[in-house]
């Protein structure tokens, strides 16, 4: 059996595909002040529009409770908010957008600058979010992924210690919800045509799905469990 690591939100280790489209983005929009920053992601601008940072994602400042939202922010999200806040609080933004312009929730989707730099960028290379790449707004995939690897090779941030204190999949469970590096052993693996499932000891399992498997070795889909398993 092989020991992997992992650096995930537990049970939710869902490995992203990170690659450029070569799709240019449709315009951009400038002239506006955020004027309330709502975590480290998300921010609402001073015509009442909501913005959701492209390709980002933060730990939640609430969860949901029954049909309502409970205060209870995650480790780092205070700081990314904050963080978030230095940055575009007062200062003239400009929105880039992708292919496309808005979720379900009816929030702009946008890559935000202040002057020449990018918020959402700044926000993964110091350590303040991870990336999440949702095609088809993936133009800046690669940047976002050199920037993160940028943060955890120097322990930014969420990535501060992480390295040095891995759990096993033992452990897991106590830690659901949190940013651990895990220890695992690989018993057995399923591959179809949709994702691959790597069955750890102590009920501890990992998922990635089939399209982001290209950002594995070769050898993965040739043959995922002499690759996983000793």
């Known amino acids: ?3 992997i690591y992992l650096a995930a939100v537990i049970f939710m280790a869902f490995v992203l595909l990170l690659a450029r489209t070569g799709i240019a ?4 929009q400038d002239g506006l002040y955020a004027s309330y920053i709502i975590d480290g992601d998300t921010i609402e601008l001073s015509n009442g529009q909501r913005v959701r940072y492209i390709g980002i994602d933060t730990p939640e400042m609430r969860e949901r409770k029954g049909l309502g939202w409970l205060y209870n922010p995650r480790p780092y999200a205070k ?3 904050d963080f978030n806040q230095r940055l575009v609080n007062g200062k003239p933004i400009r929105l880039e957008f992708d292919v496309q312009k808005n979720d379900k929730y009816g929030r ?5 600058y202040v002057g020449e730099k990018m918020v959402n960028l700044e926000m993964v290379k110091e350590g303040y979010a991870m990336i999440y790449a949702y095609p088809p707004n993936i133009k800046y995939a690669e940047e976002f992924l050199e920037a993160q690897r940028f943060a955890r090779e120097n322990e930014k941030g969420l ?3 992480l390295e040095s204190n891995v759990i096993s999949s033992s452990q897991a469970r106590q830690n659901v919800g949190m940013l651990r590096m895990v220890e695992a052993q690989v018993y057995d693996t399923f591959l179809s045509n949709k994702l691959l499932i790597l069955n750890c000891r102590d009920n501890f399992k990992v998922v990635i799905f089939r399209d982001n498997l290209e950002s594995f070795p070769k050898e993965v889909l040739r ?3 002499s690759y996983f398993k000793y």
């Open 108 to 112: 702009l989707l946008a890559y935000v």
């Open 25 to 28: 983005p449709r315009s951009y």
């Open 1 to 3: 059996m092989k020991k």
């Open 159 to 161: 990535w501060s210690g």
């Open 223 to 225: 043959s995922p469990e």
């Open 79 to 81: 700081e990314a908010k």
